[in-house]
């Protein structure tokens, strides 16, 4: 079984930056993309931003050069570093590993995080 873990979440200023991480444990032989996605109160889960495996990133408009997203293949790590943050970006960040495959010739599967909470202050 695949487990997706984040963390870093909290309480922050505007203006300020956190930076989350979400590890993916388990038996997994590859993932092809590792995304964050958001939800805040009242609203539908968004698209933040993702990352192939070879490197390639997408993000939503709203977060363009403020976030930015990262990851270590051998580790399974996805990172998401978040600068000049605003009140809007709050709302509980979801880590998602797509394409998972747990070995060469298997099927592939999509995992969810349970969410970690990030609250901009005014």
């Known amino acids: 079984q695949v487990q997706l873990v984040e963390s870093g979440g909290g309480l922050v200023q505007a203006g300020g930056s956190l930076q989350l991480s979400c590890a993916a444990s388990?038996?997994?032989?590859?993932?092809?993309?590792m995304a964050w996605y958001r939800q805040a109160p009242g609203k539908q889960r968004e698209l933040v931003g993702r990352?192939?495996?070879?490197?390639?990133?997408d993000y939503a408009d709203s977060v363009k050069g403020r976030f930015t997203i990262s990851r270590d293949n051998a580790k399974n790590t996805v990172y998401l570093q978040m600068n000049s943050l605003k009140p809007e970006d709050t709302a509980v960040y979801y880590c998602a590993a797509q394409g998972v495959k747990l070995s060469r010739a298997g099927r592939a599967y999509d995992y969810w995080g349970r969410g970690t909470q990030v609250t901009v202050s005014s």
């Open positions: 990352i192939i495996s070879g490197g390639s990133t």
């Open positions: 388990g038996s997994i032989f590859s993932i092809n993309t």
